[in-house]
């Protein structure tokens, strides 16, 4: 399984040596887990192994959902194209976007291709998209000065070329405000747009049956000439007898709080999207007598007041299982074989925070949480193979309704300090004997708030708050059943981090500056020095006999605690911005800056630091991590007014580091394998292959020798690859297929284009 997983983004650094890194080196790669504050998430279609989602700032996003319990998104179109509505039909998605009708190959679903656009309006936030043999209806809710909502013609396409669609005629109404998805449905001839009937017979002269009467319908089923219909609106779930389609009667009404969305009919039970809940069931056997029977809440609490931010727009469903699209909170997958339990059995996030991560071998473990809107808590331990660095897999999850802020590693257990809303922390205890299905072993009692953890054999080195005061603790681990406390001692003001070696821990103690403690003996601690640094201590690692700390306003303070005594600054090092934190791998020091960037020295002689490079990342970087030549980088911190992302960064830090060479990338062929039809007189279809993870480019040239187009280009991974060259405005004549990659000899291949 590849992982194009939660609130992670790929990034890639390329150094051929030590002294060549620099920022111009740095190419971001793609997204995996991330953050997307406002990604509305208001349609999804499934088709074999996939899920089709179209979103708002991503367009379309494609989820591998041949294991349930852990969808992983392959594909996505990270073109700013604002999908609303989508429809699938062979290997094509049309998708209603901000500006047109998209026609999407997805042949490939992890390279997803937009082959045409069909001009829309621009701005229309709510969209609606069916198909019905080769005629597309669609219909558009323009926004207007931000203010009005006005009902666009519905548009009535011939897709019978679906590269080319055509409009063949359009239907206006009286209707001039709708607010949601609006509802469409085909049916014996009979095309129903919100509350109108149109006989379609003729689809390029539609002629109006009747009006229901009954404006702002979310969605429509059809079955035995049987009419169930969703209003977000108006708050409704309604069914009719359409036999006689110019006299529809009313068999069912009821209210829906905060009205429904999408519905979904099976086996006699109709599923309801529930706007600001999850999912309504209502038994329809008899229709004029239908009931609710079940509901799925998944937020689990009540208000009063009701926030769009929680909303399942959307709802497909697949043997036992319910796929629910939502506003913000992602794709949810709830098990329906049980109507009387229904239950959440896996999610692919529209928001994902990683906290802290620690390694194991090939394996990271990830704490993830953060606070979602009303102060309701999300997070989870993901655990994800990274043998590939580039296409990391996500192999096991394990969702809890805490923030795990941090992380530690013993043998088989994992330990993560977690919080609920309004709780104070506890100490969870996995068992990850099997990386693929963690399982919570054992939860301490609540804490008054942990900080960092770190696991030291049978004991774990702790600090915390309790009331106004700050320890420094170590407890006993060795049964995780029953944790205690061997030792605590109060500090003279906050811990913001410690490090430790084989006998002593450094504190960065805020304001109170550097303080040593000899940690030979768990169970009871031996001050050995203070040093007042003048600034704020935020962040300390142990290197040989130095205490490299980072302060608050001047910078990074080398200081000698070989006799910690008589500790002294010997060196100080000024960075580009404030520093959020620090660290160490070897002889390199990580400086983690508030304005986005990471800056690298070599610390090999303290006195005289050389900076190696500085990078940007896509947030505010929170804690790094070397493992092997590969550099992990958390990137962000919970800021609910902030617009910006939340991620895990994975950076190539090959010739950057002194590292193990296991990973170093090795040369070898690429070939272009084919390109079809050849000749071809539109779109051109090719396959190539890279030997291993490269930066390439695959270009197209015309027999002058210009570059007329650019298929696909930067780092991507080994194997075989897709590119199609759709040429509408070049004109006939031979081109060159040229596919470059490094450390690699160019290939060109000729191609003929026929007008």
Not at 380 to 409: C, D, H, R, W
Not at 618 to 623: H, L, V
């Amino acid at each position: 399984m590849k992982l194009s997983f939660l609130t992670l983004i790929i990034v890639v650094f390329f150094f051929a040596t030590a002294q060549s890194f620099s920022q111009d080196n740095i190419e971001h790669i793609r997204n995996v887990l991330e953050r997307d504050p406002y990604g509305v998430t208001p349609d999804i279609e499934i088709q074999g192994n996939y899920a089709y989602i179209a979103e708002e700032h991503h367009g379309l996003r494609i989820v591998d959902i041949s294991n349930p319990q852990l969808p992983i998104e392959v594909g996505r179109l990270d073109a700013e194209v604002y999908g609303i509505s989508l429809e699938i039909r062979d290997h094509y998605v049309l998708l209603v976007a901000m500006g047109g009708l998209l026609t999407i190959d997805i042949e490939d679903p992890e390279s997803p291709v937009i082959v045409n656009t069909y001009e829309l309006h621009a701005n229309c936030p709510f969209a609606n998209i069916i198909l019905d043999d080769t005629i597309a209806y669609v219909k558009t809710i323009m926004l207007e000065e931000r203010v009005d909502f006005i009902e666009e013609p519905l548009k009535i396409l011939d897709i019978s070329n679906i590269l080319e669609p055509e409009e063949i005629s359009i239907i206006e109404n009286d209707d001039d405000f709708m607010f949601g998805k609006p509802g469409l449905a085909v049916h014996n001839n009979i095309l129903f747009d919100g509350n109108y009937y149109y006989d379609i017979s003729n689809p390029q002269e539609p002629e109006l049956i009747s009006h229901l009467l009954w404006p702002s319908i979310s969605d429509f089923e059809i079955i035995d000439n049987i009419l169930y219909c969703t209003s977000h609106f108006n708050e409704q779930f309604r069914i009719f007898d359409i036999n006689d389609i110019e006299n529809p009667r009313l068999l069912f009404s009821t209210h829906i709080i905060m009205g429904g969305m999408g519905i979904v009919i099976k086996e006699e039970l109709a599923y309801i999207a529930w706007s600001k809940m999850g999912i309504m069931v209502f038994d329809i056997s008899e229709p004029e007598n239908s009931h609710r029977i079940a509901q799925f809440n998944r937020l689990e609490w009540v208000s009063d007041y009701w926030d769009d931010d929680f909303g399942a727009y959307d709802i497909e469903l697949e043997g036992d299982l319910a796929y629910i699209q939502t506003i913000d909170k992602g794709l949810r997958i709830v098990s329906i074989s049980n109507i009387e339990e229904m239950h959440e059995i896996s999610k692919l996030d529209g928001r994902a925070f990683v906290n802290d991560f620690v390694f194991s071998d090939d394996e990271i473990f990830i704490a993830s949480g953060t606070y979602q809107n009303w102060g309701y808590v999300e997070g989870g331990l993901y655990v994800m193979q990274t043998e590939n660095p580039v296409n990391p897999e996500l192999i096991g999850a394990k969702f809890e309704s805490k923030i795990y802020e941090k992380i530690s590693k013993s043998g088989d257990k994992l330990f993560l300090n977690g919080y609920a809303h309004r709780s104070p922390t506890s100490l969870d205890v996995f068992d990850v004997s099997d990386p693929e299905s963690p399982q919570l072993e054992a939860t301490t009692e609540p804490f008054p708030r942990l900080g960092d953890i770190q696991i030291l054999d049978n004991f774990m080195l702790t600090n915390y708050q309790n009331e106004n005061v700050h320890y420094l603790a170590i407890f006993d681990v060795s049964d995780t059943d029953s944790i205690r406390l061997l030792n605590e001692i109060p500090t003279m003001s906050e811990i913001h981090a410690f490090d430790r070696d084989a006998n002593r821990v450094c504190l960065a103690n805020a304001e109170a500056g550097l303080r040593v403690f000899d940690l030979t003996n768990p169970e009871h601690f031996v001050f050995l020095g203070l040093l007042n640094l003048g600034d704020i201590a935020i962040d300390v690692k142990i290197y040989e006999d130095y205490a490299i700390v980072a302060c608050l306003e001047e910078g990074v303070k080398f200081v000698d605690i070989s006799n910690p005594e008589a500790a002294q600054v010997v060196n100080t090092y000024q960075p580009e911005s404030n520093i959020i934190g620090l660290e160490l791998h070897e002889d390199f020091v990580f400086l983690l800056e508030e304005n986005n960037m990471i800056e690298v020295l070599n610390i090999s002689d303290v006195n005289n630091p050389e900076l190696l490079g500085i990078a940007e990342t896509n947030a505010e970087p929170t804690k790094v991590a070397v493992n092997g030549q590969i550099l992990y980088v958390a990137q962000g911190l919970y800021d609910p007014d902030s617009d910006g992302p939340s991620s895990l960064g994975i950076y190539d830090c090959h010739g950057l580091l002194d590292v193990d060479n296991s990973t170093v990338i090795l040369p070898g062929d690429c070939s272009l394998i084919d390109a079809f039809p050849n000749p071809f007189n539109s779109s051109l279809k090719i396959n190539y292959t890279l030997p291993h993870y490269t930066n390439f480019r695959l270009s197209v040239f015309n027999i002058n020798g210009k570059e007329v187009s650019v298929l696909g280009s930067g780092y991507k991974n080994s194997g075989d690859h897709f590119a199609q060259w759709n040429a509408p405005q070049s004109p006939s004549g031979l081109y060159f297929l040229k596919l470059e990659a490094e450390n690699t000899v160019p290939i060109q291949r000729r191609i003929v284009l026929v007008r």
